[in-house]
């Protein structure tokens, strides 16, 4: 996109991190995601997809990822497009999920394993002699 206003705007909500070459988002925060927020054109974007509207183009249905794994950076050579797939297999990658929504468990046998004060994965196996 071409809008000089837009992009002011846009470039006094971060300040550019030295070390890393991130850029730190300080803009207004959303409340929902723990991600910043950017309106354009009357519409809301979190802080990266704004970001990568403003200097990379469209996004359409894809996620905007952060290959600096930095949620708060903006940097737009730090982020690329991936499917809701590959952000979740990002996200697993990094720890960031248990795999579900938070405190959901996924089974009856997860329910019982967390009854009992413990969760499958985690159990010690036997060695194999
Ligand atoms: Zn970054």
Same mark, same amino acid.
């Given at each position: 996109?071409?809008?000089?206003?837009?992009?002011?705007?846009?470039?006094?909500?971060?300040?550019?991190?030295?070390?890393?070459?991130?850029?730190?988002?300080?803009?207004?925060?959303?409340?929902?995601?723990?991600?910043g927020? !950017?309106?354009?054109?009357?519409?809301?974007?979190?802080d990266?997809?704004?970001?990568?509207?403003?200097?990379?183009?469209?996004?359409?249905?894809?996620?905007?990822?952060?290959?600096?794994?930095? #949620?708060?950076?903006?940097?737009?050579?730090?982020?690329?497009?991936? #499917?809701?797939?590959?952000?979740?297999?990002?996200?697993?990658?990094?720890?960031? #999920?248990?795999?579900?929504?938070?405190?959901?468990?996924?089974?009856?046998?997860?329910?019982?394993?967390?009854?009992?004060?413990?969760?499958?994965?985690? !159990?010690?196996?036997?060695?194999?002699?």
């Open positions: 996109m071409n809008d000089q206003k837009v992009l002011d705007r846009f470039n006094k909500n971060y300040i550019p991190e030295p070390n890393s070459g991130c850029w730190i988002w300080l803009g207004q925060p959303h409340c929902d995601f723990g991600y927020r !950017f309106g354009i054109n009357k519409k809301m974007y979190q990266h997809r704004a970001s990568w509207y403003i200097f990379k183009g469209d996004i359409g249905n894809l996620c905007v990822l952060h290959s600096c794994d930095n #949620t708060f950076c903006v940097n737009p050579d730090h982020l690329f497009l991936g #499917t809701q797939s590959d952000n979740n297999k990002d996200q697993m990658k990094k720890g960031r #999920t248990n795999g579900g929504p938070k405190g959901v468990p996924k089974s009856d046998e997860h329910k019982k394993n967390i009854a009992k004060g413990r969760r499958g994965k985690k !159990f010690p196996r036997k060695p194999k002699i």
